[in-house]
């Protein structure tokens, strides 16, 4: 199967690229070198919460004109323990907010290694994707409120193809305008040079 381990970082002194086809070995697919910003965490970590929140009020809203307003379509046993539906939600909440945000900061890589950008994203269905810089048509550096706040951004690099544009979540902000200046460039030369 040509997957990699689990969560494995490659070794910085051992040299990139596998065996050429044709050695007998088949190429394997390597994690991504790069880690996103720590700070993205914060980021992951206060949207879950702020989504987990408005949903939470809304279902005990719901379980309170359940469980209150008498309603006759209501069946008593969903009237008397309406109070389970966001008892139940919360716990799911708390759950996700302390979990996901860190698990994804584990497994989100990225590299530009040569001209490939490479990314890995995904906690439960993993996707790499390798995406060549001559075949760039934009590269978006964008920055929300609450990236601002941690000061990280996200890198978007589009290609012709739809399978071919990639999302980097979770960059220094300063590391993201650094790679998306370089990344037009190289694309921009890249194209030149085909020419």
């Not at 307003?69 to 907010?97: C, M, T």
């Not at 530009?112 to 001559?134: E, K």
């Amino acid at each position: 199967m040509n997957t990699p381990p689990y969560d494995a970082i490659p070794d910085p002194d051992r040299p990139r690229g596998g065996p050429e086809p044709g050695d007998g070995e088949a190429a394997r697919l390597r994690p991504p070198q790069s880690r996103v910003s720590s700070r993205a965490i914060g980021v992951w970590t206060l949207r879950i919460l702020f989504g987990s929140v408005f949903t939470l009020v809304l279902l005990s809203a719901v379980a309170w004109g359940a469980s209150s307003l008498g309603w006759a379509w209501i069946p008593f046993s969903v009237q008397d323990n309406a109070w389970l539906l966001p008892l139940a939600y919360g716990v799911y909440a708390l759950l996700k907010v302390a979990i996901v945000p860190s698990w994804r900061y584990r497994v989100h890589r990225w590299e530009v290694a040569g001209d490939i950008i490479y990314t890995r994203v995904g906690w439960i269905s993993r996707t790499w994707q390798l995406v060549p810089v001559n075949r760039l048509q934009t590269v978006d550096h964008t920055q929300g409120w609450l990236e601002r706040v941690f000061d990280v951004a996200t890198l978007e690099v589009q290609t012709a193809s739809y399978a071919g544009s990639s999302t980097i979540e979770g960059l220094d902000a300063g590391q993201a305008r650094r790679l998306s200046e370089d990344l037009a460039v190289r694309a921009g030369a890249l194209r030149d040079d085909a020419t």
